[in-house]
């Protein structure tokens, strides 16, 4: 039996009581998803409420919140369209025009006159349905989903506490906009001034790129997913083409497998292609020092046979493990690594060892892609 999750102590807990002017306008755009999506709806009116989202922060053109359901945790992304540089320029105009209506913003009210006004000059706060996205984890392409509608709920209660709110997800933050207001009005300082350094210069002597304190050591941490939903479901499905999401997840799930083999596996394997080292540089191999074989390939017609030189045999124990192993290549005329560490009786390490110093030789070459890597002499 799965472990139901408590609500957070940290969630953000919508409140049953009237919302306010900023909070009813932002609701009303779902207004007319009410026949197709009530039940969405209603679900995210009730995680709201039990305090289920938390986490919540807005950046311009973006909110994103953490949705803790009974079962699982969710994280939502909502996107808005943002204004361009000459819409955002008429909205500066419109503003310097009424100073009260910045007043009243810095006070927490947000002006149904700046609304109406801008809505006239199309150019609307408020977005309108068509101008709202979003993508939630939990795969459900009906949206919005509950969980979206939760976040929808208490993002329209942060406008009522903070109307620049709405203007970040329109592109500009705070201390944005109100910069852009000062150089309208004709003030150009900046709106923190900069603090003026203080002290002795260095001496002359140290170089200026030595930190004076040492760095904190860097440290990175790469690793798989665990599932290739999030970059399947990111941007959502195409127009009419929902099934797609099952069919491109294995793709994502084998490009990430790549991607880490590629960073830390062995060298690189490309069919027809003799692999070059990391070290060495994938850009030297692909510039033609290294031999292609093509897949349609014609083998030489058969040439008489000649009298074999005598030679010792390829599991002769005497001979270093080096020249046994060519040997051995130009007797099965291609081999895998599993295959030439059985019949040489040594360890599979030792021979793929082996194997990479005799290609950087040129020795030897290689064709195929991980367990089906197959090498061949040179």
Not at 147 to 171: C, K, Q, W, Y
Request: proline share 9%; glycine share 8%.
């Amino acid at each position: 039996m799965s472990t139901r999750l408590s609500a957070p102590k940290d969630g953000i807990v919508a409140s049953a009581r009237p919302k306010g002017w900023a909070a009813e306008s932002w609701m009303a755009i779902f207004d007319e998803l009410g026949p197709t999506h009530h039940a969405q709806l209603a679900r995210g009116r009730t995680l709201a409420r039990s305090g289920r989202v938390r986490d919540l922060w807005f950046s311009p053109g973006l909110a994103s919140a953490e949705v803790v359901t009974n079962r699982n945790t969710h994280r939502v992304t909502i996107r808005v369209r943002v204004f361009e540089d000459e819409e955002w320029g008429r909205v500066v105009s419109r503003m310097l025009l009424h100073l009260v209506d910045i007043a009243a913003m810095l006070e927490g009210d947000l002006p149904e006159e700046l609304i109406r006004d801008l809505g006239e000059r199309d150019l609307p706060l408020l977005p309108t349905l068509g101008e709202l996205d979003g993508v939630c984890d939990c795969g459900d392409f009906h949206m919005p989903c509950g969980h979206m509608a939760a976040v929808h709920n208490v993002i329209s209660e942060a406008l009522d506490g903070d109307p620049f709110l709405l203007l970040t997800l329109r592109g500009l933050n705070r201390d944005q906009l109100l910069a852009r207001l000062r150089r309208a009005w004709g003030d150009p300082r900046p709106l923190h001034t900069a603090r003026e350094e203080s002290g002795a210069a260095p001496p002359e002597d140290e170089d200026w790129w030595i930190s004076p304190t040492p760095l904190p050591p860097l440290k990175l941490r790469v690793e798989a997913h665990e599932e290739a939903r999030p970059g399947v479901y990111a941007l959502g499905p195409p127009p009419g083409r929902a099934e797609l999401g099952t069919t491109l997840e294995p793709l994502y799930a084998a490009g990430s497998s790549a991607a880490l083999e590629l960073a830390f596996g062995d060298p690189v394997e490309y069919p027809g292609v003799r692999a070059t080292s990391r070290w060495s540089g994938f850009q030297t191999g692909v510039q033609g020092k290294v031999k292609r074989r093509s897949a349609t390939h014609k083998p030489r017609p058969a040439e008489p046979p000649a009298e074999p030189a005598p030679i010792k045999p390829a599991d002769d124990p005497t001979q270093p493990l080096t020249e046994r192993l060519v040997d051995l290549l130009a007797e099965l005329e291609s081999a895998k690594s599993k295959t030439l560490s059985e019949r040489l009786d040594a360890p599979m390490l030792q021979i793929r060892q082996e194997l990479l110093e005799l290609e950087k030789l040129g020795i030897v070459y290689r064709t195929g892609q991980t367990r089906g890597t197959t090498w061949w002499l040179g």
